[in-house]
């Protein structure tokens, strides 16, 4: 008595997951990928490169305390309104400081040449 071999059902039919079932539970939960890669030449380190790789949601991300991308202005235009404000100021300061060290030029050559009249 035989029976016929039969082939696996593809993955995600009987209970398995899908492609989105996956992505949608890594995103969830996230996943840290570490590795580092070392170079040596008798026994001198001369190159190391730290690789560290996150994925996950944004919400978990921001649940883990990770929002680089918020503060930095070629990813967000928050930022980068933020910055070009900062920078405006900046701009402001320096011309009022510098305006500030003209007048106050002129104020003290009139006082001295007030001075030179009233001796």
């Known amino acids: ?3 016929a071999s039969r082939l696996p059902e593809p993955y995600g039919r009987d209970g398995g ?3 989105a079932d996956i992505l949608e539970r890594v995103l969830d939960k996230g996943v ?6 070392r170079i040596n030449l008798l026994d001198i380190e001369l190159l190391t ?3 560290r790789l996150i994925v996950a949601s944004v919400d978990k991300a921001k649940e883990m305390g990770i929002d680089w991308w918020e503060e930095d202005p070629a990813l967000s235009s928050r930022a980068r309104r933020e910055e070009l404000a ?3 100021d900046t ?3 320096e011309e009022l400081a510098r305006e500030n060290a003209e007048l106050r030029a002129r104020l003290a050559a ?7 009249e009233e001796s």
């Open 1 to 3: 008595m035989t029976t």
């Open 17 to 19: 997951a899908n492609l």
């Open 32 to 37: 840290v990928i570490a590795g580092d890669i």
């Open 49 to 51: 490169i730290k690789l």
């Open 86 to 88: 900062r920078r405006d």
């Open 91 to 93: 701009a402001r300061h």
């Open 110 to 116: 009139l006082e001295a040449g007030r001075t030179r």
